[in-house]
Every structure is written in C-alpha cells, then in structure tokens.
C-alpha cells in the first residue's frame, strides 16, 4: 500500500487514537496538517561562553556540579533548588523553581548541561531545560510548537520524527525542478527535514525561504488567476474614444505632461479601448499631477459618449477639482457639474434629473456621489481621488451601482508595493514615479519645540516675500489630557505677532462648509497669508503660492501622514521648506523625524512607516483586508512577493503549467482554493 500525505494522522506509527484526539484538539487531522505545523521558533542550545553573554539572554552551558544542592519550600507547591554548577573557570548558581524532584539528580561531580536565562549580575542561571550528562547527547537546536497545554514538546518532536518518515517527502513537491534549481530552494523533503529538525540556524532560514516563497506563489497563482476570471467575465465595456479630441486636449494644457503622465494615460487610455473593465489603482506622490491624468480619462471617455465622476474626500478637495477641471475642460463642450452634501435641495433636484438625462458629462463631488439616488446615464469612467480614505465597503458600492463602470482609485499615499499587490491584489497599479519638471525638493528641519522664534523670522521672510505659509496643529482647542499645540491658541498667538504686518485665518473641521470654502478661498487668493490648520488641509488642496510650513507635535503624525502635509507647500517653483516640531520620547520617533528631513520620496517613507508600524496598521484594521500567511512576511519579504508574482504571470500565461506533470500539485493546491477551474481559460 503505497502512504499519502492526505491520509489521517493516526496512519502514523505511534499514534493511536488518544494521540489522535490530542493532534485533533491542536487542528491537526491529516499527516499533511502536522507536517505543515510550524515551529514558531527555536530553541538555541548550542555552549555559549558566559562572559560574552548578555544579561537576560538564554544560554547553555555544561559543567560540574560542586555544591550539594539546597531546597527552600514555599508553600503551595512551591519551592527553590539551587546548586553551584562550574562551567569552564566559571563558578555560577543554577537555580530551578517548583523542580525539587531534580534534588537527586544532582550530587556534586556529575555532569550536567542546563539551559536558561543568564543573571548577569548575580552570575545565576535561572534553569528552564536540565539534562543529565554533557551536552553532546543533546540537538543544538530545538523546534518550539504552538502546542498548548495539550502535549510535550519531546511527545511531539517523536511523532514528527514519524510523521516525516511516513512521508519520505518526494512525493508531495509542489515546486517544479527548475524553480528549485534557480532559486536554490530546497526540495519540500529536505525542507520539512531542515525545519523541524534543523542542525543549525541556517537550515531554518533556508528552509524558511523556501515555504515562503510556496506559499506566495500560490497566493499569487490565486490572486491572478481570479483576476483573469473576473476579466473574462466583465468582458463588453468599450470606450471608443476620439484620438484627435484627446490629443487636441492634451495639446490645450498649460504645460507638457511628464513623460510618466504620457505612461499612465496611455495605459489608461488603451485599457478604455480594451473590452476589459478597468479596476485600477493610479499610485502618484504628491504633487505629481494626478489630477490632469484624470482630467484626460475622463475626457476620453466622455468623448465615447459616455459620462464620468470625480468623487473626492473633502468638500475641499472635490471644489479645486471642480474648478480645475471644469477650467480644462469647458472650453471642450463638457459640461461639469458639482454635487456634495451642501448642495441645496432644489438645485440637487435638477442636477440629479440632468444627471439621468445625460445632459451633464461630468460630475465631481463627495461621497454625496454614491447615495442611492444618483443615478446616471451611462457612465464610462469613474474615478476617486485619495481612496485611501474611502473604507472598502464604499469601493465595493461604487462598483456596483448601477452599471459598473471602470474604475480608477487615485492615491497619494504611497502605498508600498508589497501592499497594493496584496491588498489591491484583484486591482492593477498605475504608477506615476516622477515630479513635473522645475520643482525644488522641499527643505526639511527637525527643531526642538523652544526653538519657536527664529522659526517665525524664518516664516517672515517668507511672507516678505510675498509666499505664503501653513502652520499645522494637531488639535483644534486646547485639551486637558494632551499637551499639544492647539489650532485655536496658536492662532490668536500668531494672529498678535504678525499684527500689523501679515494676515492670519484660522481653519479646521468642525467650522461650517460654508466657512471652510470661505476661508479657503481667501488663502488660494492671498487674502490670508498665514493658515494656521488642523490636518483637514492633509488632501489634495492645491495653493502654489505657499512655501512654508511649520508643523507643530510633528512626532504625533504619522509618517505617510506628514508626507501628505508637507505637500502643499512646495507645489511652485520657489524653494519650499517644512520644519517640524518634535521632541519625540522613543527611538522610534526620532527615527520618523529623521527619515521626514532625509528623503522627499513618498514611497521611501511609506515603506519606512510600514517598517516601523507594521503592515496591519498602515492601512487601519477596517481597511487591511490583508491576507495571513504562515510563513511569509509582507515586510521582509517583498522581494520573495515580487519574484512569486512574476513566476506565477508566467505560469498562468505558459501550456507547461496547465498540462506538464511537474505543476501538478500546484495545479491541485489552486483548483482546491476555488480560485481556478482545472479547464484552460483562454
Ligand atoms: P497630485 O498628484 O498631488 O494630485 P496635482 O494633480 O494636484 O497633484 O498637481 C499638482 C500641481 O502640478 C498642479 O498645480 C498641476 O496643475 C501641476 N501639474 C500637473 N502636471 C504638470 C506637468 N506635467 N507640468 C507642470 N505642472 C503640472
Ligand atoms: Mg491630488
């Protein structure tokens, strides 16, 4: 009878049926679930040498033991064996709790070999593994399972021995001979072999690259196996765009788009004309002029025939791209409308009515745009600005209203590429990785909080010169649990110091809409010179005018967060500069500041937010959406992601794949996650 790693655990030599229902209360089934049980990490018990050893850290040593050894009785079970054990020309104290039992096992002259935490100081250890004899008859290192109170970790490491010699490996190879060979992976035997009974740290890491890189090809296999499904089933969309209108368009614009706007327009553009529907995300720093490619999509499609929607985060933000687009665009006959939640009653009335009729081309707004009575005609193309502040439950209502449009997600949060192709992994990525020409790098400071007066010089000149200035506070009134800087203080400071001389409005969100755009107003006209704000001017406003900004309790923001502040100023072509107010506590902050004054590149500081916060908090739980894996790590292991992403575009792509005996088990692995039918889908 020939064995499969599918068959029930209890096949195993040893482990009968109160194993069994042991294995079964860890969720382990079949001989596959407890060879895939992972150690979650390993116990090091190779010698160290004392004196090189931290305080705290585990060691193990072998030596002599010289004392008889003494209990003290604590009650309850409790007690304290010590004894002295010497170790080379070391003499230290082994001590072992509620262990009284060992007291025979240790007469002075044997040899022992005991492992635990090192107290450096009192020069003890504080014993967690004791073995009689020298440590020659023990592994230098130990696997350490999840496994509860359920079982011994000696009980399980016995019945994985079994478990692996049942398997003998071979057989269940999921990667194909070349992909072993390219990479220099292991084979899944000798893997299995190298993780749960490693002969060295090494063994564990190589082992680990391998099950990492399985389980994200597979999850890539997955990923774009769905997305070729859901393609051919959205087929039929085509925007039949006029070349000429578009280019004449283009050709309109005030300046030359960046070579990487023409890339992305193009992709867009090809992808309208395409039966595919879009579902894409436009990843762009800021300031790297999303907006216009926008505008060009949108015109496109408009030029088919068929309506768009630009729907936007703020009031704020969703006016400016109103303004700017309809500035583009009316001279083309497209006629735009604006719709939020102030738009009055009556006048919402008419819009909606116009909007059905399709005598509007194009409507920009806030979320107003997705309430269940917007109904258009026959909208090509819609599109939202900064996504990221949309939850998922909104995108999903976008793309099912009515009659699913393309869709384009814009974003100036920089989402690092590990993520958008995991979170986003149903989506495509348009990138645009570079600035319209002219722009100077914002210069950056890091000051300490008492430094507050040659700062506002600073801002003087500025404003001397006619340039206008942000100034940025975490809070609107004053708090009495936090001690930060308020916008309403700040602003009657600043409104004194600058009496006379220069103009300071004062802006945050709980300020009526209609006070928001006033203020707002005056600031793009240069009525107002100084705009002390909370972070609701964090999106997408647009005054190239101002080039200085001073944040305050800049340790309180997050990284991609300041990023996002610091780009309004800096949008012209005079030197911009940003200064930040910090006295962070931890290393972390410190490290956060530091990275702010160093680079301008959005996405080097979203992968470092990501490196400090951990990728469950970049996107805030409710948004994550992130898949778990076993193994791999979105953050390390990205390189690993990307490789699996190219291999698996390619498997999908090759006949190899579908017929070759080699994918076999892969194939398999992915027809049992629902993710692709057997049959060839071409
Ligand atoms: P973001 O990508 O942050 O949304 P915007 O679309 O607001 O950036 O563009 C920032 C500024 O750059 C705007 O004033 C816009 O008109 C301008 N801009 C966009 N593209 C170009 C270009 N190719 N050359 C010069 N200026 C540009
Ligand atoms: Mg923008």
Known sequence: MSTSIHD????????????????????????????????????????KDLLETPHNEQVTIEGKVESEPSILFLGKNRSRLQVRVLTGRHLVKAVFFNQHYLKNRLAPGMIVTISGKWDRGRQLINVSNFSDGPKTDQADFEPVYSLKTVMHQKSFRRLMRNALDYVNGEHIESLPADILQAYRLPTIGAAMEMVHFPKSPEDVKHARRRFVYEELLLFQLKMQGMKKIRKEAEKGMVIH???????????????????????????????????????????????????????????????????????????????????????????????VAFLAGSTKVKARRNLLEKLESGEIDLLIGTHALIQPDVLFKNPGLVITDEQHRFGVEQRRILRDKGLNPNVLFMTATPIPRTLAITAFGEMDVSVLDELPAGRKEIETHWMKEDSLLPILQKMEK????????????????????????????????????????????????????????????????????????????????????????????????????????????????????????????????????????????????????????????????????????????????????????????RFLESNSFWEDEEYEVLRNQLEESGALSKDRID
């Open 462 to 649: 500025e404003l001397n010169n006619g340039q206008q200035a942000y100034v940025i506070c975490p809070l609107i009134e004053e708090s009495d649990k936090l001690d930060v800087q308020n916008a309403v203080d700040v602003h009657s400071q600043l409104t004194v110091h600058f009496s006379g001389r220069h103009t300071v409005g004062l802006m945050h969100g709980r300020l009526h809409a209609d006070d928001k755009e006033a203020i707002m107003r005056e600031f793009s006209e240069g009525t107002i010179d100084v705009l002390v704000s909370t972070t609701v001017v964090e999106v997408g406003v647009n005054v190239p005018n101002a080039t200085f900004m001073l944040i305050y309790d800049a340790g309180r923001f997050g990284l991609s967060q300041l990023h996002q502040l610091r780009g309004r100023v800096g949008r012209g072509a005079k030197q911009s500069y940003c200064i930040l107010l910090a006295d962070p506590k931890t290393e972390e902050g410190k490290e956060r500041m530091q990275s702010m004054t160093e680079t301008n590149d959005g996405f080097i500081l979203a992968e470092k937010d990501l490196e400090l916060r951990g990728a469950g908090d970049f996107f805030g739980k409710k948004q994550s959406g992130m898949p778990e894996f076993k193994m791999a790590d979105l953050v390390h292991d990205y390189r690993a992601l990307e490789t699996a992403r190219k291999d698996a575009e």
């Open 8 to 47: 029930p655990v209890t096949s195993i030599k040893g482990i009968g049926k109160t194993t069994g229902q042991q294995l079964e209360a860890l969720g382990i089934i079949s001989v596959y679930d407890l060879v895939m049980m992972f150690p979650y990490r390993h116990e090091d018990y190779r010698l």
């Open 241 to 335: 765009y006029d070349l000429a209108k578009v280019k004449n368009f283009i050709a309109s614009l005030p300046f030359e788009l960046t070579s990487a706007q023409k890339r992305v327009v193009n992709e867009l553009c090809a992808e309208l004309k395409s039966p595919m529907r879009m579902n894409r995300l436009l990843q762009g720093d800021v300031g790297s002029g999303k907006t216009v490619v926008a505008a060009i999509a949108l015109y496109a499609s408009i030029t088919a025939g068929f309506q768009g929607a630009l729907m936007a985060p703020t009031e704020i933000l969703a006016e400016q791209h109103a303004a700017s687009l309809a500035e583009w665009l009316e001279p083309f006959d497209v006629t």
